[in-house]
């Protein structure tokens, strides 16, 4: 018994020391192997149906020399507006500061404010402000940039901005409940971050 | 490492993620220049009913 207890034992170890981070991984199996060979065992004359696994794209390796283009997905609960489009680098709004990603940057996670995001492709540069959100970057130079709602600047009232500005920070004044000084608080900053975005 | 590190102002007073960033998108939705104001405004329309149940049966919804 105390033998199999060993046994049991050096498994798990095994498996820790062969996959030690997940950001490390190979490129992800594009059929579920166990399921395939259970399948076999059971009915091996039919072919196993696919799995949602076998409709993925693997995940592209993470290359052993940096990249030249980094490759951003930028979408929006409502629409997809950069699908893995190849650029030079990428200036995301993060709640540390204005964040520049350039190919072959370490992977990050991160939470964005209020801000703008700008994508630069040669000499061209789109801007987009950002309502909040996150932005993944993974160690094969891919950003995935997730936001609930962005807008080319060109879109932005100025005029709406000032009215809320000036809303909210009366607002703020005559807040009671921390609840609504918090409300009064994300008024302010967003429109402050509109503001700058469009007089900076 | 930091177990409670300073925790956003929203979080103190309660709110969770999903409020603040719900809230941070309508207020850029309410400064944005005409046609696309009443798009993204109407893009994020919601509607359901609510029906309250008293004894197992459902009384007549409110719609919204």
Known sequence: MLRRASGLLARPILAARARPFSTDLPAAQTADATFVEAWKKVIPNMDPPKTPLSFMQPRPPTPSS???KLTVNFVLPYASELATKEVDMVIVPATTGQMGVLPGHVATIAELKPGVLSVHEGNEVTKYFISSGFAFIHANSFADVIAVEAVPLDRIDASLVQKGLAEFTQKLSSATTDLEKAEAQIGIDVHSALNSTLTG | MASNAAVPFWRAA?????????????????CLKEPYKTEALAREKVHFSISKWTDGKPEKPNDV
């Open chain 2, 14 to 30: 309660g709110m969770t993620y999903i409020t603040y960033s719900n809230i941070c998108a309508n207020l850029v939705r309410n």
């Open chain 1, 66 to 68: 940096i990249p030249s």
